[in-house]
């Protein structure tokens, strides 16, 4: 006997400026999963397929990973699984497709876990686990947008609201920014006066995000702690987000810790915007894309 079921994982954009490691947003570039459980078979390693299969390394598959750390944390014997991904959100961009695929495995480990359904909550001290950071793993968890904010005793997730007028889209060079090398470029410390107006920056972009003011995004989005030694990395970062903002975006920063950028704006201007933002990057791509607020759940034919 046997089971299927399809999973659609969104991508996320983290950070938006001054949400540093905590914000993520659900936007639409999807990891595809096609699940096939043998309930039958013995218990053995899943059977796992990207199509195309360069998409991960085979010693870096996330979604493995995330299944077998799911089934080791709590101690569970996952049945035998055929397992085939595609994933449109490209790697190395800022747009979560680590956290996308670590969340797809513990959606996935949670689906078939036969000792029953875990809380969302679980999962996403899971994914921080895996991940190191919280924001995109959490947002493609949860959907909408997060704020998680790890603490002593776990990890705090708040969900925010998204203004219904607002729209976004997504642009990226051909060469991918790995977090590494963009971590590697931050200082190690900051001045005080920039340490102060970041939170007050925040503020603002949160209540932007929350009413949909435009003028609330466009001083909310401004960074002082990350964004400008980030953007020294990317060629014609500059120019694609001047760009963006005169097509008529209300904001426009790095996605995650780049390659990508992310523009925000009025919802029937996305299309243009998309197109500057990604006009100046070398090999770009952009695209207008929705923003999900849905978390993912399992669909069965």
């Known amino acids: 006997m046997s089971d299927c079921f399809a999973l659609r994982v969104p991508c996320s954009t983290s950070n938006l400026g001054p949400g540093f490691d905590f914000l993520g947003l659900c936007l639409g570039l999807f990891l595809d999963v096609e699940v096939r459980v043998d309930l039958d078979a013995p218990s053995s390693a899943p059977e796992i397929e990207w199509c195309p299969a360069s998409t991960w390394p085979a010693d870096e598959d996330l979604v493995l990973r995330s299944l077998q750390r799911y089934a080791g944390h709590f101690g569970v014997i996952l049945p035998a699984l055929k397992v085939s991904i595609s994933s449109e959100i490209p790697v190395g961009r800022g747009f979560g497709s680590s956290g996308a695929a670590t969340a797809a495995g513990l959606l996935i480990a949670a689906e078939v876990d ?23 793993g959490t947002a493609s968890l949860m959907g909408g947008c997060t704020l998680s904010v790890p603490h002593e005793g776990g990890l705090e997730v708040l969900p925010h609201p998204v203004h219904a007028s607002l729209g976004f889209a997504l642009a990226w060079p051909a060469a991918p920014l790995f977090t590494g090398e963009s971590r590697a470029v931050l200082p190690e410390s900051v001045p005080f006066a920039d340490a102060v107006e970041n939170p007050r920056r925040l503020a603002l972009l949160l209540d932007g995000l929350r009413t949909g003011e435009p003028r609330r995004l466009a001083l909310g989005v401004h960074d002082r702690l990350h964004e400008r030694f980030r953007r020294a990395l990317i060629p014609g970062a500059d120019q694609a987000i001047a760009g963006a903002l005169d ?36 090999g770009g791509e952009a695209r207008e894309v929705s923003f999900e607020p849905h978390a993912p759940t399992a669909a069965r034919a």
Do not use: W
């Not at 029953?116 to 995109?136: F, K, M």
């Not at 790095?254 to 992310?262: E, Q």
């Open 114 to 136: 036969p000792t029953g359904p875990r809380e969302r909550a679980e999962l996403v001290h899971l994914a921080l686990e895996l991940e190191g950071h919280p924001d995109n």
């Open 247 to 282: 097509a008529g975006a209300h904001a426009a920063c790095l996605s995650g810790a780049g390659s990508g950028l992310v523009a925000i704006g009025p919802k029937d201007r996305m299309a243009p915007i998309a197109n500057a933002l990604g006009a100046p990057l070398a």
